[in-house]
């Protein structure tokens, strides 16, 4: 599905702004005073697997909210945004009583945003960073936690057809959280269950647009609205897809 929502009236592939040794004006090689910027080159170009990034989290979980509050980090916000644009759009609902799991929940900003639109609910957090998952603890969201990673082709000790909503804020990439980790997610939701994802636009863009569109052909879910975010909207500079999608 194409995104409903071109916020900016551009097109998806204006909103990468990449080249080999370019991500969303964040250039290779380059050095910032900014430590914002510089905390964000460092994840793009200098982790590439899942255990790298967890342990970069891991050693920057305490800066971890006033970076992100630096880059004007609304993800959160965004994500739950395209959960109720499509629930005005097609005036369906999701429970606000579901039980739910936040995949990569960090310090529970994700968590705040969802109580925020309404789910009372409980909710569990996979977060492979304890450092990360500690400060979460704090805010009194979370009920279960699941101190694991999603790896492509593995699977985590989470139920399967748990839960009625699994959301993801700014967890999937080409890094660490790969698109065929996407099944491993499909496999917590109950049947009818809800997913609801929000990332970078080029990795969407570059490879997780087409695998969903195959997870869709092979009958397993049916993506149910995609908004895509200018740049600044989700991050300084950044653009943004996000989509809500339902198990089959
Ligand atoms: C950008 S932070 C987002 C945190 C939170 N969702 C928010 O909105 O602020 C990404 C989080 O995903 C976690 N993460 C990274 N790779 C992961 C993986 N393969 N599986 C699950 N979580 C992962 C990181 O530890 C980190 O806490």
């Known amino acids: 599905m194409e995104p409903e929502q ?18 969303n004006g964040c250039h290779k090689g380059e050095t910032s005073t ?22 970069y989290y891991d050693r920057t979980a305490e800066d971890y909210e006033s970076v992100t509050n630096q880059l004007n980090w609304r993800a959160p916000q965004l994500c739950m945004k395209t959960i109720t644009n499509w629930e ?3 005036g369906g609902a999701i429970p606000r009583h579901s039980v739910a799991i936040d995949i ?22 996979l977060e492979p960073s304890a450092n990360m998952f500690a400060l979460a603890k704090q805010k009194n969201i ?6 694991e990673m999603l790896v492509e082709g593995e699977e985590t000790t989470v139920p399967g057809d748990m839960y009625d909503l699994a959301f993801s804020v700014g967890v999937f990439s080409d890094r ?3 698109k065929g980790s996407m099944s491993e997610v499909l496999r917590m939701v109950k049947k ?16 997780f647009r087409d695998h969903i569109a195959l997870m869709e052909a092979e009958g397993l879910v049916k993506t149910l609205h995609v908004d895509m975010f200018d740049a600044d909207m989700y991050m300084r500079e950044v653009a943004a897809v996000a989509f809500v999608m339902k198990k089959l």
């Open 192 to 207: 009818g269950g809800y997913i609801s994802v929000i990332m970078v636009a080029r990795h969407w863009l570059d490879e």
């Open 88 to 90: 005005q759009k097609s």
């Open 6 to 23: 071109l916020v900016s009236g551009i097109s998806p592939r204006d909103l990468t702004n990449q080249s080999a040794d370019q991500k």
């Open 142 to 147: 979370y009920r279960d936690w699941y101190g």
């Open 34 to 55: 900014d430590p914002s910027k510089e905390w964000l080159h460092n994840l793009w170009w200098q982790v590439s697997d899942a255990q790298e990034e967890t342990d």
């Open 176 to 178: 660490s959280a790969k």
């Open 104 to 125: 990569g929940a960090g310090t529970g900003l994700s968590g705040v945003a969802l109580r925020d639109i309404g789910f009372t609910g409980p909710v569990d957090a």
